[in-house]
């Protein structure tokens, strides 16, 4: 094939994986991967992930053409997946403006609870929870709107991954952000896979935070923190 020959056999998803690999790369469940997605490629890519969820109602052996309640299934979960709850592996990060700290701030902030979304990599079931976000500002930090918090961490829990993951993800985006003199984080959430099959566990959730900066080294500060979050569960 030369260069003036299109490759129109190729599925999209092999040409972004192509791009992946020869940029060296990691494209993991939980990885951003849209600076490899060029323009028009998610439409290809709903249409072939379409394409593959028909052959996996067909391997249930759903009869599609006759069932008038799944007879679109194949495209809406197409479009669940890519442009809904895994929509955080294929877009770039939301446009975040950050502003300096004018009136040097420098007392504890706490944002939440911010519902989030995800979904487990084990077994693509949902996990919904709550996020509390705790910043201790320096004269230096970069200051962003309120709502921006919740934006960021929607962009990252939209992709398959387990929760202890996605928290150290929210936290470094969030650091890199403002670069506060400390940064809190705390998660708690009802993982699907462990209330809808398996052990069928209904009120079991899983909470999980991590530190960092000033947090990490002062115990008053951390407490301050955790005793201001509203009662979970």
């Known amino acids: 094939m030369n260069a003036s020959?299109?490759?129109?056999?190729?599925?999209?998803?092999?040409?972004?994986?192509?791009r992946l690999v020869a940029a060296r790369k990691r494209y993991h469940a939980n990885d951003n991967i849209s600076a490899f997605i060029e323009?028009?490629?998610l439409e290809q890519m709903l249409d072939e992930v379409e394409?593959?969820?028909?052959g996996v109602l067909q391997s249930l052996v759903i009869d599609t053409e006759r069932d008038h309640n799944t007879g679109n299934t194949a495209r809406r979960v197409a479009k669940m997946y890519v442009n809904e709850v895994f929509k955080g592996r294929y877009v770039a990060a939301?446009?975040?403006t950050e502003f300096p700290n004018a009136e040097h701030l420098n007392e504890l902030m706490i944002v939440?609870?911010?519902t989030v979304r995800s979904a487990c990599s084990h077994h693509f079931c949902p996990v919904i929870g709550k996020v509390w976000i705790g910043v201790l500002p320096n004269e230096h930090t970069n200051v962003i709107g309120l709502s921006k918090y919740a934006r960021l961490a929607e962009w990252v829990m939209g992709r398959p991954q387990i929760q202890e993951e996605a928290v150290v993800q929210l936290a470094d985006l969030?650091?890199?952000?403002?670069?506060p003199d400390?940064?809190?984080i705390v998660m708690e959430a009802t993982h699907y896979c462990m209330s809808w099959r398996g052990v069928k566990d209904m009120d079991s959730k899983m909470i999980n935070s991590v530190m960092r900066g000033v947090f990490l080294k002062d115990p008053n500060l951390r407490?301050?923190?955790l005793s201001l979050i509203p009662q979970k569960g």
Request: no cysteine.
């Open 174 to 179: 969030i650091q890199e952000k403002t670069q």
């Open 223 to 225: 407490r301050e923190f």
């Open 182 to 184: 400390g940064l809190a």
């Open 5 to 18: 020959t299109p490759d129109v056999g190729t599925p999209v998803s092999e040409k972004i994986r192509e």
């Open 112 to 114: 939440g609870p911010i």
């Open 94 to 96: 939301p446009t975040i």
């Open 51 to 54: 394409e593959k969820m028909v």
């Open 39 to 41: 323009p028009g490629e």
